[in-house]
Nanobody, 115 residues
Framework: QEQPVQSGGGSVQAGGSLSLSCTAPGYPLTSCGIDWYRQAAGKSREWVAT????????SYAGSVKGRFTISKDKDKDTVYLQMNSLQPEDTAMYFC????????WGMGTQVTVSS
């Protein structure tokens, strides 16, 4: 069963930056790309950003657009989520998922932003 491996995250003060990574060996061959989601305590999981295999087709949720940047390293089959100008409302568990594969979720990485 495919499961991406995540790293990064942590704690930061408001206005700070953090980076997440998601590695899924071979994913460009069997999927359409990588999606990032997040889930805050007591809330539903929400979509954050998507990058397709062409590296050009990228989209963001309105709440993070202009602050988060998704990118890919094709040589490492890794997708990154650079998060700048973080706010307390960005506090959540962040998950990556292989596009088109309903069960291919990463284990999750905690991001905590203090005011």
């Amino acid at each position: 069963q495919e499961q991406p491996v995540q790293s990064g995250g942590g704690s930061v003060q408001a206005g700070g930056s953090l980076s997440l990574s998601c590695t899924a060996p071979g994913y460009p061959l069997t999927s359409c790309g990588i999606d990032w989601y997040r889930q805050a305590a007591g809330k539903s999981r929400e979509w954050v950003a998507t990058i397709r295999n062409d590296g050009i087709t990228i989209s963001y949720a309105g709440s993070v657009k202009g602050r988060f940047t998704i990118s890919k390293d094709k040589d490492k089959d890794t997708v990154y989520l650079q998060m700048n100008s973080l706010q307390p409302e960005d506090t959540a568990m962040y998950f990556c998922k292989i596009c088109g594969k309903p069960t291919a979720w990463g284990m999750g990485t905690q991001v905590t932003v203090s005011s």
